[in-house]
């Protein structure tokens, strides 16, 4: 299991093979990489500037993993999440798991990628042309994290 | 003494990232909440009543009904927005 917090951007591909070989027993790796869009509810986005809780986020993250393991039989898994700003069309999280089979992976992963999004200390403020905001949080990331209750 | 800290929105309306406070606690962290909302102004509007605001004490997200203890290390943010 890996948490990474970091600024500097990742090679998903190269990560995820490195999960991959690392487990030879794992019939299945899912994974998620989330990016920067370059438009949000109608606006030109020219940037996002990703702050933390240094400390707490790692152990946000790491606790998340836990409950994900305890959940599901997973080999490993893998979350690295980056920090700072970020233009369009970079990479800001990416979680992947493996397992003996898609199903016990493809849900692991979610459920990672839903309690990240509702309780791992990270807030996005994001550039446009008409300045600069924090963005909200959305009832339905609490909807979809709810759900695995 | 309790070590404070402020996160996104909430830091950038207060002007600042933390503090050291004195503590007469233990107390709970709504105590702690009324005690910084008494400051008035932006205190007051990100403090009271703000049912959107999160807490956590010594890295850990918390109820309003849990226990400050000296020593602690309080953080307070917004609704959080990663992934």
Partial sequence: MAIRVQEQDFDMGAEITQLRLNHPQAGAVVSFTGQVRDLNDGNAVSSLTLEHYPGMTEKSLAAIVEQAKQRWPLFDALVIHRIGTLPPLAQIVLVAVASAHRGDAFAACEFIMDYLKTEAPFWKKEATPDGAHWLDSRECDQAARDRWQ | ????????????????????????????????????????????????????????VNQQLVADSAVVQQGDEVAFFPPVTGG
Avoid: C, H
Avoid at chain 2, 14 to 19: A, I, P, Q, R, V
């Fill in chain 2, 1 to 56: 003494m309790i070590q404070l800290l402020y996160f996104a929105r909430l830091r950038e309306a207060l002007g600042t990232e933390g503090e050291s406070l004195s503590w007469p606690g233990p107390d709970s962290v709504s105590a702690l909440k009324k005690l910084l909302a008494a400051r008035g102004g932006a205190w007051q509007e990100q403090f009271a009543d703000n049912s959107r605001l999160r807490a956590a």
